[in-house]
């Protein structure tokens, strides 16, 4: 056991060094995956197994923001006119491309979550949104850190 602070300026210091290291040990353990250091949002055996169904595809979303700042700089006024046409026919493409990719997805969660779990176990739509949430996001930034491998069976 440590002597106590000779002061306030020492006991504010050990006080920032300690929510330091918890802040980090809640930080790693988050990262891990452990259902003890998870937001709300992202516990339960439900919720992650739709995290490793998303990551373990390829998905859509990171190429989708890739393709609308594309189309964003296409789109300028400045850009000659077959530029500004082709950035249009690229945002249809990818917004066709990104619904039938979310509809692939829902529908395969909706298949391995309905095998695996008895039905009423989470809010359908809740768990579609938050697949679809996460598979926008780029592999290397979601949180938790995804467990499994690209192309690893689910």
Avoid: C, H
């Amino acid at each position: 056991m440590t002597a106590p602070p000779a002061n306030s300026k020492e006991a504010r210091k050990r006080m920032r060094q300690q929510l330091k290291t918890e802040r980090a040990e809640r930080y790693d353990g988050m990262r891990r995956g452990d259902d003890t250091y998870l937001p709300k949002r992202d516990q339960g055996p439900v919720r992650q197994l739709a995290r490793n169904i998303v990551d373990a595809r390829r998905n859509l979303g990171p190429w989708f923001f890739m393709g609308t700042f594309v189309v964003v700089l296409g789109s300028m006024q400045f850009v000659p006119a077959p530029v500004r046409s082709s950035a249009s026919a690229l945002w249809l493409f990818l917004i066709v491309a990104m619904v039938g990719d979310v509809i692939l997805l829902t529908r395969r969660i909706k298949r391995i979550v309905g095998q695996r779990f008895e039905s009423g176990t989470d809010r359908t739509v809740g768990l579609y949104f938050y697949a679809i949430m996460r598979s926008v996001v780029f592999r290397r930034w979601r949180q938790p850190a995804p467990v499994v491998e690209l192309g690893d069976p689910v």
